[in-house]
């Protein structure tokens, strides 16, 4: 085995010593504070059953190509057409995963007198696309309208097109954006909104933002849905270019029929069955906000009224021995550390879910409060 080089060896160090090394993390049988299967889709027996009914149909282990190939198996036709309806979009085309699909499309669609005006804390897929892209692409302030208009000032007369880009749930925060002033503002100045959805699909049912105000949207299934894969919806236009320019959906195996059939399955149980599981989930929502009230232990919170609850905690350090304390009592909250948040913007992150009980989360912010106060 050859040697491996100093360089990389360098770069391997100087995470270690911020306190920033990342290593993969064995199951967890602790109490649920980490995972994004907010409303419990992923151990639902409900939905594995009718998954193995809809793949008895097509009983096949591998999808034995890409989409353009052979890959392109007829579970994803009527897919596209349940999710397309759920989401009242002209079409969905799916993709392996949230990341193939951000990669995709911002890679492929903004051209080179093109300008992407994203929000400062997009995710990091939509950034990796908008690398491999030609368009120049600028950040505005993180849910500032009045810095996306500034940008806007500045662009709009010398872009052939502009699109918005932002997030309907932000992964790291938990807030949203104000969405109808900025569909207002695509409207007034002839520019294109695309919104990621990931964490608000499922849990704010088809999501927080609307096709009529959006050239793209962007969903997730790996969140609230509980499955793997994902879509991007808009017009016959976009999902016709997507299929011809997108390399992350042109240039890789197609999802198995059983990826497939999950998500119809959980789209199936999301209209038919899961108004209980969001109920559950807005209960334990509305008692951990009101539990960081009373405890004063809000000021260290960003405000959300999403499944996830950030609290600040600048330093790597710090926060990592907080995470491990909070998983020593049996609760399972995850550090998330610099450099995937800014330095000084270290948190720990609180996912809520549907199965939460009110005594674990009281339990948790019991804890929470010994540590911090």
């Known amino acids: 085995m050859q040697n491996f080089p100093e360089s990389l060896a360098k770069k ?8 920033a090394f990342r290593i993969l993390p064995a199951y967890s049988s602790l109490v649920d504070f980490s995972s994004n299967d907010y409303l419990g889709f992923s151990r639902n027996n409900t939905i594995a059953a009718n998954a193995v009914s809809v793949l008895a149909q097509y009983p096949y282990n591998g999808a034995t190509g890409s989409r353009l190939i052979s890959g392109n198996h007829p579970l994803y036709s009527d897919a596209e057409q349940l999710i397309a309806k759920y989401h009242d979009s002209e079409t969905a085309l799916i993709f392996n995963s949230g990341y193939d699909a951000n990669i995709g499309f911002f890679s492929s669609v903004p051209q080179k007198n093109d300008i992407v005006l994203y929000d ?3 995710h990091a897929s939509i950034r990796d696309g908008m690398r491999l892209g030609n368009a120049r692409a600028y950040k505005f ?3 500032s309208v009045e810095s996306l208009k500034s940008l806007l000032q500045k662009f709009r007369e010398s872009a052939v097109e502009i699109y918005i880009v932002t997030e309907s749930v932000f992964s790291m925060d938990g807030d949203s954006p104000n969405l109808a002033e900025m569909a207002g503002l695509c409207s007034e100045l002839k520019c294109r909104l695309v919104v990621d959805e990931a964490h608000a699909v499922g849990v704010f049912g088809s999501g927080l933002a609307t096709n009529s105000d959006c050239f793209a949207r962007i969903v997730t ?3 609230a849905l509980g499955c793997h894969g994902a879509a991007v919806f808009g017009s016959v236009a976009l999902k016709d270019y997507l299929v011809n320019f997108a390399r992350s959906f042109i240039y890789t195996t197609a999802l198995p029929p059983h990826s497939v059939a999950t998500i119809i ?3 199936d149980y999301l209209q038919r069955e899961a108004d209980t599981n969001r109920s559950s989930l807005f209960s334990n929502i509305s ?3 009101k539990l960081l009230k009373e405890s004063d232990l809000g000021k260290y919170f960003i ?3 999403s499944a996830i609850h950030c609290a600040v905690i600048p330093g790597n350090e710090r926060v990592r021995n907080l995470a491990a304390n909070l998983q020593e009592q049996g609760f399972d909250v995850r550090a998330i550390l610099a450099p995937t948040v800014p330095s000084g913007q270290e ?3 609180f996912c809520l879910h549907s199965y939460n009980t009110h005594s674990e989360i009281e339990a948790v912010i019991k804890q929470l409060m010994l540590h911090l106060q």
Do not use: V
């Open 141 to 143: 302030k993180h849910n």
């Open 347 to 349: 948190r720990l992150r």
């Open 303 to 305: 405000s959300s009224e």
């Open 221 to 223: 299934f790996g969140k």
């Open 12 to 19: 391997l160090q100087a995470r270690k010593d911020a306190s």
């Open 287 to 289: 008692n951990f906000k």
């Open 120 to 122: 400062e804390f997009i």
């Open 265 to 267: 399955a959980s789209y």
